[in-house]
C-alpha cells in the first residue's frame, strides 16, 4: 500500500492513497553546493508504503524517515510486534548523513517536522514494494537537494541515497527489517570528515495505558571499549554449551544476572557463563576458526559443547565461527517510577509491553578510526541517547552527536545505560552513527542496518543475530572475519518459500467458507530452478491477526508421509519432546479451490486434523464460534531437503501468512465472523446460533476497553449477538436517556454499534443500559465503555 502526506501549518500528516507517479521538479538556482544531478526530490511527492510481510510491520517513506510518527491515527503500522497485535514500538527512526564543509557543520536528515529528504521521482525513483532480493522488498531513491520551494536553514550536501529494505515471513527470519542504502556524492566537491547515522524514538509500546512513552529505557549490546562499567558480562549461555536446558534468562527475556532495577527477577545464582561476553553473537560456521573463550576461565581457551557430564568428546565438539560485537543500540520499556511496584514490560497488561526494540549495524566501509588488533570487524562510531527536552535543534548539535563531541555525550563515545549515569527513565532516542569518511565526487558508500523487535533482551539480541547471519547466508568471498558491501546476488541468499496463494473467504452458517487459486503449486523456485511445492496449510487467529494456529493441512502426495514444521508457539509442533527428529505425518491428499472451517463442512475429516504433539496424533480442534471475530491466512509450504555435500538441509518453509482480508483502502486487517443466515432452519435452535427470541442477547466485548485486540485499526465497535432475524435495540445511560436506537433486520445474529450517539457525537466511558425488544419479547442488559 503507497500512501502521501502533506504538511500543514503545525507538524501533522494526512494520509491519502497514493494514486499518480512521483512528478519531478527543477532545481532552484540558489542551490548551495554543485554542480548537482538536474532533478531535486519533491516534498509533494512525500509517500509512505507499508511493508507486512515479516513479524514487524511498518511504514517505510521515501524521504528518509520509519515508521509514522502519527500512527494509530493514521492507520498505519509504526513497528507494530508482533505482526497484527496493533501494539506499535516505533513513534519515529529517521537518517541523517553529516559532513564537513568550508570548516561548517551541515547535516541533511529526516526529522519530525523538518524533512530535509525528498523523493527523487521519476524515472530515478522506482518506489516499488514486492518480490526482490527479499520476501518482500520495498525500493525508493532521495535526495537532500533544495526542492522548488527552498528552506533558508538547509545547506544541501548534493547526496543522492539508493534505499532498499528487506523483510522475509520465514520464522528464522522475520523479526527485524534489513535497510540497505548506497549513498552516493553527486556534487562536485570532496566531503570531508562525512558521518552517517540512524536516529531512532521508540515509544513501547501503544497499547500501555499509561505511559508509552515516559518510562522508556535505553542501552547499548556491543563493543564499547571502556566506555560502560557494566559490559563485557558473561551472565547468559544462549547456545545451552553446558546442556543443563538453562540459558541465563527469566520467562521475559531478562538476564538473571542484571542487576538494573528494570530487572525484577534479578538472581545471582541463575547466572549462566558460557564463556562469552554477552555483548558478543557466537556465528557459528563449520568454515571458520576454533572459538576462543573471552571471560571467566575460558578466557583465550577453545570453547565446545558440553556432553551432560562436562566432559569433551573429541575435537568435532569445538565451536568454529567468529564472535562478532553485536552492535546494537536498544530501547525498552523501563521501571516508571512513579508508578507503584516494578512495571517493566507493562507485565500486567493482557497484551504486555514486553517486545524489546533493537538497531543493528550490519555492515559498514572501514573507517580510519579502527585499530587492530582489538577491531577486526567494522562497529559504529557511536552510540548517543538524549531526551526529548534535549533534541539537538540545529545542524551543529546534531553533527556534535554524530560525531560523539557534544557537550551531552560526557566524553563518551557509547554512552552508558541512564541508569549507570545518574539519570532515570525517560523518552528517549538514540543515536548510532558510522563515520568519518571522505568522499569524492562520484564516489559511493555503502551500508546495512536493521530494526529488530523481540521479546527481552534475549529476544532482540536473538533477531539481531537472525539479521547479521541472513546478510551472511550465500555470500560470496568473505566472511564476518572478511566483510563486505552488499552484493546484488551475494548476500541474504536464503530458502525461498512458494508464493502466498490468493484466498478469499466469507462467514456462513457457524464457520467460514473459504477459496483459493494455485498459482503456487507451480512457480519456480528461484534457487532450486524447479517447483518444489509440497502442500498448503490453513491458520486461523481469534480477534487479531496473530497466535495463528494450525486448523487443517494436505499435501499433494497420495499416501506419502511428509514433514510438517510449523512457527514455534503454534498448536501444531511435530517435533516429540527431547526428540530433535521431525515427525512424519500422513496428510490428506491436496484440496483445491475451496473448503469450509465448521458449519457445512466440505472436506470430509477436517474436524480431525489438528496435530496434538503429546501424543503425536491428529485430534478434534475448536469449531468456530459465532460472537467471535476470526482471521485466516492460507499457506504453501515446500518439501522437506536432506543435507548434501553441496548444500546444508532445508526444512520446509512456509509462504508468508499475509493473505487474510483486508480494507481495500486502507489494508487495515478485515476480521470475518461466523454467520447466521435465518430460513435455513425451520425450527430455530440456539446452539446451532439461531434465535427466534432476545433472551440470549450478549454484547462483544464488554467491558470494551478502546483499544481490544480485534480492532485492527483501533476502529470504536461492540456487537450485539446472538439476535432474532429482526429487533429493535435501545441504549440508554443510566439516567434513561436515550443515546442511539438500532434497527437489525440484517438477516444475521448481529448487529454492530459504531460508539456514536444519535447526534453522531462519540460516547464517553460509562455503564450504559440496552434494551432489545421484538413485538411479543423483551430484554435488559447492561455494558460498559472504558475508553
Not at 699 to 706: A, F, L, S
Not at 739 to 746: E, G, T
Amino acid at each position: 500500500m503507497l500512501y502521501r502526506w502533506t504538511r500543514r501549518a503545525l507538524p501533522l500528516l494526512s494520509v491519502l492513497i497514493l494514486l499518480g507517479s512521483a512528478q519531478s521538479k527543477n532545481p532552484p538556482s540558489n542551490s548551495k553546493i554543485g554542480p548537482v544531478r538536474e532533478l531535486a526530490g519533491d516534498p509533494n511527492d512525500d509517500a509512505y508504503m507499508v511493508m507486512q510481510i515479516s513479524n514487524i510491520w511498518s511504514a517505510m517513506s521515501n524521504f528518509g524517515n520509519y515508521g509514522d510518527p502519527n500512527a494509530p491515527q493514521t492507520g498505519l503500522p509504526s513497528g507494530q510486534w508482533p505482526a497484527g497485535s496493533g501494539n506499535d514500538y516505533v513513534w519515529e527512526g529517521r537518517f541523517w548523513i553529516a559532513s564537513l564543509v568550508q570548516g561548517k557543520k551541515r547535516v541533511s536528515h529526516a526529522d519530525y517536522g523538518d524533512y530535509e529528504f525528498h523523493s527523487s521521482g521519476p524515472p530515478v525513483d522506482p518506489f516499488f514494494l514486492g518480490a526482490g532480493i527479499s520476501i518482500q522488498d520495498s525500493r525508493v531513491t532521495f535526495d537532500d537537494l533544495q526542492p522548488p520551494n527552498p528552506n533558508p536553514n538547509h545547506y544541501s550536501l548534493g547526496l543522492r541515497i539508493h534505499q532498499t529494505a528487506l523483510t522475509w515471513s520465514m520464522p528464522d527470519y522475520d523479526d527485524f527489517i534489513a535497510i540497505q542504502y548506497q549513498v552516493v556524492n553527486t556534487s562536485a566537491n570532496t566531503l570531508s570528515n562525512l558521518y552517517v547515522a540512524w536516529v531512532f524514538d521508540n515509544d513501547v509500546a501503544t497499547l500501555d495505558p499509561l505511559n508509552p512513552n515516559i518510562d522508556d529505557d535505553v542501552d547499548y549490546d556491543g563493543w564499547d571499549g571502556t566506555d560502560s562499567q557494566t559490559d563485557e558480562q558473561d551472565w547468559v549461555d544462549p547456545l545451552d554449551l553446558d546442556n543443563d536446558g538453562q540459558d541465563g534468562y527469566d520467562e521475559w527475556g531478562i538476564p538473571y544476572g542484571w542487576s538494573n532495577p528494570d530487572n525484577p527477577n534479578y538472581t545471582e545464582s541463575l547466572k549462566e557463563p558460557d564463556g562469552v561476553y554477552d555483548e558478543y553473537q557466537i556465528y557459528l560456521d563449520p568454515n571458520g576458526p576454533v572459538i576462543l573463550g573471552q571471560a571467566g576461565d575460558w578466557a583465550g581457551n577453545p570453547l565446545y559443547y558440553h556432553e551432560a557430564d562436562g566432559t569433551v568428546v573429541g575435537d568435532t565438539l569445538y565451536l568454529h565461527g567468529w564472535l562478532i560485537s553485536r552492535d546494537m543500540s536498544i530501547i525498552y520499556d523501563g521501571d516508571d517510577n512513579a508508578a507503584p511496584g516494578n512495571d517493566t514490560g507493562e507485565r500486567s497488561l493482557p497484551v504486555p509491553c514486553d517486545g524489546w526494540t533493537g538497531g543493528r549495524l550490519i555492515y559498514t566501509p572501514h573507517a580510519p578510526y579502527y585499530t587492530a588488533p582489538d577491531d577486526t570487524l567494522p562497529r559504529p562510531f557511536a552510540h548517543q541517547w538524549w531526551n526529548w527536552n534535549s533534541d539537538p535543534g540545529n545542524d551543529d548539535e546534531k553533527f556534535d552527536y554524530m560525531a560523539a563531541s557534544h557537550q551531552a555525550s560526557l566524553g563518551y563515545h557509547f554512552i552508558p545505560n541512564p541508569r549507570e549515569i545518574g539519570a532515570p527513565v525517560f523518552d528517549y532516542r538514540w543515536l548510532t552513527s558510522t563515520g568519518p569518511f571522505t568522499v569524492a565526487p562520484g564516489d559511493t558508500l555503502r551500508f546495512v542496518y536493521a530494526l529488530c523487535l523481540d521479546q527481552g533482551l534475549k529476544g532482540v539480541r536473538a533477531a539481531a543475530d537472525q539479521a547479521m547471519g541472513a546478510y551472511y547466508e550465500g555470500a560470496m568471498g568473505y566472511s564476518p572475519s572478511n566483510p563486505g558491501a552488499p552484493i546484488s546476488g551475494q548476500n541474504w541468499v536464503l530458502p525461498v518459500p512458494p508464493p502466498i496463494p490468493n484466498l478469499n473467504y466469507t462467514g456462513v452458517n457457524g464457520g467460514v467458507s473459504m477459496a483459493w487459486d494455485n498459482h503456487a503449486e507451480y512457480e519456480l523456485d528461484p534457487l532450486l530452478g524447479y517447483s518444489d511445492f509440497e502442500g498448503y496449510k490453513i491458520y486461523r487467529a481469534a480477534y487479531a491477526p496473530s497466535n495463528w494456529h494450525l486448523i487443517y493441512a494436505c499435501d499433494n502426495l497420495t499416501d506419502s508421509l511428509v514433514y510438517v514444521v510449523t512457527t514455534e508457539g503454534d498448536t501444531v509442533n511435530p517435533r516429540r519432546a527431547g526428540d530433535s527428529a521431525f515427525v512424519l505425518i500422513d496428510l490428506p491428499d491436496i484440496t483445491h479451490s475451496f473448503m469450509d472451517d465448521g458449519g457445512n463442512v466440505l472436506f470430509e475429516g477436517l474436524d480431525t486434523l489438528l496435530y496434538d504433539p503429546d501424543t503425536l496424533l491428529w485430534g478434534a480442534y475448536d469449531q468456530p464460534v459465532n460472537a467471535v471475530p476470526y482471521y485466516y491466512v492460507l499457506v504453501a509450504y515446500d518439501s522437506y531437503k536432506p543435507a548434501t555435500p553441496n548444500s546444508p538441509e532445508f526444512m520446509p518453509q512456509e509462504s508468508s501468512r499475509s493473505n487474510y482480508l483486508k480494507d481495500p483502502g486502507s489494508g487495515a486487517p478485515m476480521a470475518v465472523y461466523p454467520l447466521t443466515n435465518y430460513g435455513e432452519e425451520e425450527n430455530p435452535d440456539p446452539s446451532s446460533g439461531v434465535f427466534d427470541d432476545v433472551q440470549h442477547v450478549i454484547v462483544v466485548p464488554n467491558p470494551y476497553r478502546g483499544t481490544n485486540l480485534f480492532e485492527a485499526r483501533y476502529e470504536s465497535v461492540v456487537k450485539f449477538m446472538n439476535l432474532p432475524p429482526a429487533c429493535k435495540i435501545t441504549i440508554l445511560t443510566l439516567a434513561g436517556d436515550i443515546v442511539r436506537v438500532l434497527d437489525h433486520n440484517s438477516g444475521t445474529n448481529e448487529e454492530s454499534w459504531d460508539l456514536l450517539s444519535m447526534n453522531t457525537q462519540a460516547v464517553v466511558s460509562g455503564l450504559y443500559i440496552y434494551v432489545a425488544e421484538t413485538t411479543s419479547d423483551k430484554t435488559i442488559g447492561k455494558f460498559v465503555i472504558a475508553r
